[in-house]
């Protein structure tokens, strides 16, 4: 069993990396401990950092170091990978308002965007059921890109600078994803239509565009709207050009 | 327990820390020859896409050792069962022969710091990280290799750097990974005999080698940076070493300052030299 002083020992010299409040630990060479601090700080701080390159830009010098100092101190991290810290910077952010805090209302969307290009970029390869080119996009059985994340934003972050964003409050739905190819990380921008079609035919192998064009209509009132189904096959097939759409199910 | 012991195909080998960086040149092999890579498992695990790609031909082409950054070994707490199932499961899936981990802390409290903190050298840590270390063995039915770490300060100790590594090793009944740069680090900046505190390690335990540059940041203190090329003191030092222990693996760490490929070749074909030199006629069939 560790003794009670060695396992406190071994605590206060974390939390000193951590805070830069020294505290007596016993038989230390003067003047070492601040090299295990600023080794701790640049290693999370970078990867904070690089990880948040607009944030980092956008918002003050004093606002960024109070939001990562507070961080760096207070949130006890969890993740034993260190590409995935980001998130936890993110989640901490969102947890303590963060954007009322610094009356930034777009802050928590702009990180979460930030986090989710790092995260679309680095996972796993997504189990895609085996696919070949497309004849009949709307009556095909389509596989979507699930190496990818489609979300809703309020403040379009990811194509305006943030004081036009701010501006721009509303429905804001984006398509994050990784090019099966070149693993290269793209978005695109989609209707509230568009969206709910990508993430049906996502979730819902078994029905083609043409099966989910009923239900669609009735949701989004399209009934009588001309060229409906044309419309839809054009975007289909950009999505196809995209590689947002991999082919159709074999 | 049902240890398996994994062992290197071919044990006179030089290698290299895989880094993104010059990931693609090494896998090409043109400017950078080694003969098997070293993945940190933390950066490399649960990884698709580009990266997911290159692990995969990298693999393809190397043997694989890995050597990990956040199991903690020696922290005040409970082993995070979790992450070394996943830890597990890389070790399978990348082939990998060596695993070992830092004689170090990097968690307390509940919370990651994503640096290698020193362990109290004192009896009661001597006992807690051994069993932590035999806890390891058990889950993950393999052997695992515990590097001697640089530090810049003892913590609270109550014996020697070399008494605690070596009652570890033994009562933990695992392998030891040399690395004899952290020992120059370490005898420079705590004054101590590097060849002194060699012979007093369990060398017959020694599985694997580490070798790295560093930087000088004071007159009295060294930092093990991995940035710069290994300094004629440590290639001495580790030609007095390969003539005390039996051929192990030997890998080259550089973390960063990698635009002159062709001078880490030269380093790699340097510990080539000087491993070939001991072992190649004393070792022949090793």
């Known amino acids: 069993m560790l003794r009670p002083e060695t396992k406190e020992i071994q605590e206060q010299l974390a939390m000193y990396c951590r805070s830069g409040k020294e505290t007596p630990i016993p038989g230390v060479t003067k ?3 601040p090299h295990y601090r600023r080794l701790v700080y640049n290693v999370v701080h970078g990867t904070i950092a690089q990880a948040y390159p607009i944030t980092r830009k956008v918002l003050t010098d004093e606002e960024w170091n109070y939001l990562f100092d507070s961080f760096f101190v207070e949130h006890d991290a969890q993740t034993p990978i260190l590409w995935k810290l980001p998130y936890e910077f993110y989640s901490y952010a969102k947890e303590h308002s963060y954007d009322q805090k610094f009356d930034k209302l777009w802050l928590l969307e702009l990180l979460w965007f930030e986090w989710l290009e790092i995260e679309v970029h680095m996972m796993q390869d997504a189990e895609h059921p085996e696919y070949s080119d497309s004849e009949d996009v709307m009556d095909d059985h389509l596989v979507v890109n699930r190496d990818s994340r489609l979300i809703q934003l309020e403040y379009p972050v990811h194509m305006h600078a943030v004081e036009v964003a701010e501006q721009k409050k509303g429905s804001h739905y984006v398509y994050i994803y990784r090019d099966v190819e070149t693993g290269t990380v793209r978005f695109i921008n989609l209707s509230v239509l568009h969206a709910w079609l990508l993430d049906h035919l996502m979730n819902n192998m078994t029905e083609s565009a043409t099966d989910l064009l009923p239900e669609m209509k009735s949701v989004f009132n399209l009934q009588g709207v001309a060229d409906i189904d044309l419309q839809i096959e054009k975007f289909l097939l950009e999505m196809l050009d995209k590689g947002v759409i991999l082919g159709s199910r074999n | 327990m049902a240890k398996v012991n994994v062992e290197c195909k071919n044990k006179k080998m030089i290698g290299l820390g895989f880094r993104r960086d010059f990931s693609e040149e090494l896998i090409k092999g043109d400017l950078l020859q080694a003969d098997f890579i070293e993945f940190a498992p933390e950066n490399w695990m649960e990884v698709g896409g580009h990266w997911g790609r290159i692990v995969k031909q990298a693999i393809e082409r190397f043997p694989v050792h890995a050597h990990g950054l956040s199991l903690s070994i020696g922290s005040p707490e409970e082993l995070d069962y979790d992450f ?15 695993y070992s981990e830092h004689l170090s802390f990097a968690k307390a409290a509940n919370a990651h710091v994503y640096d290698l903190l020193p362990i109290p050298f004192r009896e009661d840590a001597v006992r807690h990280v051994a069993r932590r270390i035999r806890e390891v063995q058990d889950f993950l039915e393999r052997r695992i290799a515990i590097e001697n770490v640089s530090y810049y300060t003892p913590v609270a100790a109550e014996m020697d750097e070399a008494t605690f590594i070596t009652r570890i090793v033994e009562e933990a009944d695992c392998d030891l990974l040399l690395d004899v740069n952290n020992v120059y680090v370490n005898a420079f900046n705590h004054g101590y005999d590097t060849h002194e505190f060699i012979s007093s390690l369990p060398l017959d335990r020694v599985v694997y080698i580490h070798m790295a540059g560093h930087e000088q940041v004071a007159p009295d203190l060294i930092i093990d940076t991995h940035g710069q090329p290994i300094i ?3 290639y001495n030092l580790f030609d ?10 030997v890998l080259l760490e550089r973390d960063f300052n990698y635009d002159d490929l062709k001078q880490l070749q ?7 030299k000087i491993t070939k030199k001991h072992w190649e006629v004393a070792y022949a069939e090793a």
């Open chain 1, 31 to 33: 003047g070492r401990l």
């Open chain 2, 84 to 98: 070394l199932g996943r830890i597990k499961t890389f070790l399978k899936d990348f082939g990998v022969e060596v």
């Open chain 2, 232 to 234: 004629d003191p440590v």
């Open chain 2, 240 to 249: 007095w070493t390969v003539q005390r222990i039996k051929p192990v693996p």
């Open chain 2, 266 to 272: 030269q380093e790699l074909s340097d510990l080539r």
